[in-house]
């Protein structure tokens, strides 16, 4: 059975807030345009997937609205035609919203009775594939959404999530489970809620090293279930100073990083629900697995990888908390530590969140450089021996500690955005620890207005998902 789920960008939700609260407690509609990730099976529970995304919120003028009250809504269509026309030009996908003041938590008989007729105008307007998104809002600020089909069809939505400077979450019976006794203890710390938005989120780590393999052991203890890993490595001696959960075993039988992680994870029985990718995250074949994530934590030191995740968290509005560590040792005749610093930085689309080449964490030239030797490693070795391209010098220095302590950087940055629990100005776009100065730096972004992910350029394909070429670049 086809299932759908909607995402918000934050800006668009406060938007809507002020449109469709209104001090005469009557209710107000307003349109969403949405752009779609289609997902042929999602990875975990088989089925195939509408995920759509806001691109934009459009108020119904209030000359349109005919009679409005706490129980009903009625306003012209005009607007709504003009809504279809815009979307059918731009292959978006409308959604109305509409607010319930009188306190009703799902759709009144009158909605039942209405929307029918809303989807049909559509189809005839746009195509008898045009699908319909509606949503509405209650007085509690909760989100209930359904997807039209045909007049006679439509599919609940199963999750609407919110993303921008915090995370949340609206889908049926939220808050009204109990956690089962190993995730008690955690739930006396932030409520049960959170325990049940992390059972209910699918979140990938790519790059399963020091830092990935990490994340991935906090997943299931923070109540995380379902987990998809990307890494193409195996397991090497080398590692193994920093590799939670791999052994020298591992390292001699030449066993995938992927297949490690898993072994351990399923070993916890806590019907965890791993699923592996052991392929460069860039690969096609990783794309629908992406495509299907709610959360993406990024642990690859690969700036092309980097380069596609930096742009998919803002066309997907898909958060991405992305790590790295700085470890720089001069040789002088006594060592001396250059930087020791570990940074998180979350990339989603939303105000202060500049993206990866603003914050120049992203070397193009590297990535150029990576590229080249995926596509043509006799070229890569040429041009690296007459120092066209940087290359791969000596190994960098790791240590435990440092990669550990970035993972839990990063899975407190995603609690607090689920739960607040560091209050309001709480949240870090980009933090840098200086372990050897033992202070945290939150550098400010620089924004280039004309980049074309984060900046005004960019904007324009936040929230648009799939898009041909895929996310905008020409293979
Ligand atoms: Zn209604
Ligand atoms: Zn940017």
């Known amino acids: 059975m086809t299932t759908a789920s909607l995402t918000l960008q934050e800006q668009h939700w406060k938007y809507l807030q002020e449109i469709l609260v209104r001090t005469d407690g009557a209710e107000r509609a307003a349109y969403v345009l949405c752009g779609l990730a289609t997902i042929d099976a999602d990875p975990w529970d088989g089925q195939p997937h509408h995920k759509f995304i806001s691109y934009e919120a459009i108020p119904v003028p209030e ?38 003041p009188g306190g ?64 949340r979450l609206h889908y049926p019976n939220r808050g009204q489970g109990v956690s089962s006794p190993a995730f008690q203890r955690q739930a006396l710390a932030f409520g049960e809620a959170l325990n049940q938005d992390l059972s209910m989120l699918r979140v990938g780590v790519i790059g399963c090293g020091g830092t990935g393999s990490a994340i991935a052991m906090l997943l299931p203890k923070m109540a995380i279930r379902q987990i998809a890993l990307f890494d193409k490595d195996i397991v090497e001696e080398s590692n193994l100073n920093r590799l939670h959960g791999a052994t020298l075993d591992d390292a001699r039988a030449q066993r995938p990083k992927v297949e490690v992680i898993k072994r351990v994870l399923t070993e916890l029985g806590l019907g965890i629900e791993v699923r ?44 991405i908390f992305d790590m ?54 006799t070229e890569y ?40 629990f560091r209050g309001e100005d709480g949240m870090a776009a980009h933090r840098v620890r200086k372990f050897h100065l033992t202070t945290d730096r939150k550098p400010a972004a620089i924004y280039n207005l004309n980049c074309p992910v984060c900046g005004n350029t960019g904007a324009e394909w936040w929230g648009r998902g799939d898009v041909i070429p895929f996310l905008n670049v020409v293979g």
């Open 104 to 167: 009703l938590e799902k759709f009144s008989a009158q909605d039942d009775a209405n929307e029918p007729d809303l989807i049909e105008l559509a189809q005839n307007r746009n195509g008898s594939d045009t699908k319909l998104l509606s949503v509405i809002l209650t007085p509690l600020r909760k989100l209930v959404g359904r997807l039209w089909i045909n007049q006679q069809e439509f599919i609940s939505l199963q999750m609407i999530r919110v993303v921008g400077e915090s995370i």
């Open 276 to 319: 592996t990718y052991q392929s460069w995250v860039g690969e096609t074949e990783c794309r629908q697995a992406l495509k299907a994530c709610d959360i993406l934590f990024c642990c690859t030191d690969d700036h092309t990888g980097r380069l596609m995740l930096n742009r998919f968290a803002y066309y997907y509005a898909t958060p």
């Open 381 to 420: 070795e040429r041009q690296k021996a007459e120092a066209y391209v940087i290359g791969e010098g000596n190994p960098s220095p790791a240590v435990v500690l440092f990669t550990t302590e970035v993972a839990i950087m990063a899975m407190e940055e995603l609690v607090h955005r689920l739960q607040g």
């Open 324 to 377: 790295g560590l700085a470890v720089e040792i001069s040789h002088k005749e006594t060592a001396e530590i250059k930087a020791l610093d570990g940074r998180i930085t979350v990339l989603v689309p939303a105000p202060g969140h500049a993206c990866l080449l603003c914050r120049e964490v992203i070397n193009p030239v590297i990535a150029r450089d990576e590229t080249l030797k995926r596509s043509n490693p």
């Open 63 to 100: 000359e349109e609205i005919v009679s409005s009250s706490a129980e009903h809504i009625t306003w012209k269509t005009d607007s709504l035609v003009h809504a279809l026309k815009t979307a059918q030009a731009k292959d978006l996908t409308v959604a109305i919203f509409h607010s319930h």
